[in-house]
């Protein structure tokens, strides 16, 4: 079975600050990967997600994350960060299958700090 | 373009009580559909998954059911509810219309607390 870890439960920075949340998925022969972002009381929204191809991802917001085999980790960077990202973030991933199930990380809540 | 509604948005419901959240999906055919659970602090419990009406996958077994009366429509049940099923309750679909059957996209949520 595919698992999703992430790293850090609580990574707390200040405004301006470049961040970085960890993330490791198991290996497997095809993996597409995604991070997730979650304000609090609302659903999650997609920030962005490896298919193919390039292994750096932009997203929305100034997100990026790579996609890095040999690590089998897909770590997730902002270079500044503002106040307004505070929120919860998932990685998930997905291996293909009929019913197209993603397995979620347990989160990491970014707290950023004026 | 795509769009998930959930209601109700909140719920308060006494022990015991019969529970039914509704999702729709507009603007998409034959998508999959998913139910989570979100306990306070914890992550993402995938609770059930449809590909089809009337196809429903469980993945937790307990005292809560899933319906798929329609195409795009998901119904979350239960006969009596329990102290241990407050939550946050997410409804997601994923489909080729986005260009890709991998993502999903989530609605705004059910918060459910039973007293």
Do not use: M
Request: neutral net charge; aromatic residues 12%.
């Amino acid at each position: 079975a595919q698992s999703v870890t992430q790293l850090d439960s609580q990574v707390p920075v200040f405004e301006e600050a470049p961040v970085e949340l960890r993330c490791n998925y198991s290996s497997s022969v095809s993996v597409y990967l995604f991070w997730y972002v979650q304000y609090p009381n609302q659903g999650l929204q997609l920030l962005l997600k490896y298919l193919s191809g390039s292994t750096l991802v932009k997203g929305i917001n100034g997100f990026e994350a790579e996609f890095n085999k040999s690590q089998t980790s897909f770590h997730l960077r902002k270079p500044s960060v503002h106040i307004s990202d505070t929120a919860e973030y998932f990685c998930a991933s997905n291996s293909g299958g009929s019913n197209y199930k993603l397995t979620f990380g347990k989160g990491t809540l970014l707290t950023v700090n004026p | 373009s795509q769009t998930i509604h959930q209601w109700p948005a909140t719920l308060v419901q006494p022990v015991g009580s019969p529970l039914s959240l509704e999702c729709t999906v507009e603007g998409t055919s034959n998508p999959n559909l998913y139910w989570y659970r979100q306990a306070a602090g914890r992550g993402l419990q995938l609770l059930f998954y449809s590909v089809g009406i009337g196809q429903i996958s469980s993945e937790v077994p307990q005292n809560l059911s899933a319906s798929r009366p329609q195409d795009r429509q998901f119904i979350l049940s239960s006969k009596k509810l329990l102290l241990s099923d407050s939550g946050f309750y997410l409804c997601a679909w994923s489909g080729y219309a986005t260009g890709g059957p991998f993502e999903q996209f989530f609605g705004p949520g059910t918060r459910l607390t039973v007293l």
